[in-house]
């Protein structure tokens, strides 16, 4: 059991929070907790997570991360929708990095709808600072 800290920034280790739903253990119940885990996914390098909670619709048919980009915080802005009774939702949060050229963030509205395949990403409105 792995008791280090998620890299989503929620408070909990990552074995109690991103780390099941990236070992396919259980499904997100909100738009937020599968963004939460999205971001984790970034974090510790996890592709097959992040391409399997994208929408086929704007799925990409692969996804290369770069190694010399550490992301090591998320904020959650806030959020419509995305609850366990909503069929659709958004997530706004900045996301932080490291990397070659120093540090930085990412701000998105991400965008979120569930089906029978539970919660899934289907796109989002990005800006870098």
């Known amino acids: 059991m792995t008791q280090t800290r998620c890299p989503c920034s929620s408070g909990l280790t990552y074995d109690e929070c991103c780390g099941p739903l990236h070992r396919q253990e259980r499904t997100a119940g909100t738009a937020e907790q599968l963004m939460r885990s999205r971001f984790s996914a970034f974090a510790v390098g996890d592709v097959e997570h992040l391409l399997r909670s994208w929408h086929p619709s704007t799925r990409p048919t692969t996804l290369d ?28 949060f900045e996301a932080f990095h490291r990397g070659p050229g120093g540090r930085g963030s990412m701000r998105e509205l991400s965008r979120f709808v569930r089906g029978d395949q539970g919660w899934q990403y289907v796109d989002g409105d990005a800006r870098q600072n």
């Open 65 to 92: 991360l770069d190694p010399d980009v550490r992301w090591y915080r998320l904020d959650v802005l806030a959020t419509s929708g995305g609850g366990v009774f909503d069929t659709a939702g958004t997530v706004e």
